[in-house]
Nanobody, 122 residues
Framework: QVQLVESGGGLVQAGGSLRLSCVAS????????MGWFRQAAGKEREFVAF????????YYGDSVKGRFTISRDNAKRTVYLQMLSLKPEDTAVYYC???????????????WGQGTQVTVSS
């Protein structure tokens, strides 16, 4: 079955950085669009980043543009989210997603990871 396993979350001070990883199995990774969402406590899930199957195209949510970078390594079946200049409002559970497509936002991912907690202290 499809598995998306996130790692790299943790506690960091404001202004710091983290890199999240998501290893995928059970799906045609090199042909799958991938992305990240996040959900803060008491809030709706929010689109963070999208990357096309080839890695040639990426999109970002407005709140993370210029600070976060999504990338992928198809040989390692892994997608990354490099997060710089972290702010307390970035605190959330971050979820890896696979499948779907981009149309103004990342739409209809077919698969989700379990999530990894990112906490940014002020």
């Amino acid at each position: 079955q499809v598995q998306l396993v996130e790692s790299g979350g943790g506690l960091v001070q404001a202004g710091g950085s983290l890199r999240l990883s998501c290893v995928a199995s059970g799906l045609p990774f090199s042909n799958s669009h991938m992305g990240w969402f996040r959900q803060a406590a008491g809030k709706e899930r929010e689109f963070v980043a999208f990357i096309s199957w080839s890695g040639s195209t990426a999109y970002y949510g407005d709140s993370v543009k210029g600070r976060f970078t999504i990338s992928r390594d198809n040989a390692k079946r892994t997608v990354y989210l490099q997060m710089l200049s972290l702010k307390p409002e970035d605190t959330a559970v971050y979820y890896c997603a696979a499948g779907g497509y981009y149309s103004g936002s990342y739409v209809q991912p077919a698969y989700w990871g379990q999530g990894t907690q990112v906490t940014v202290s002020s």
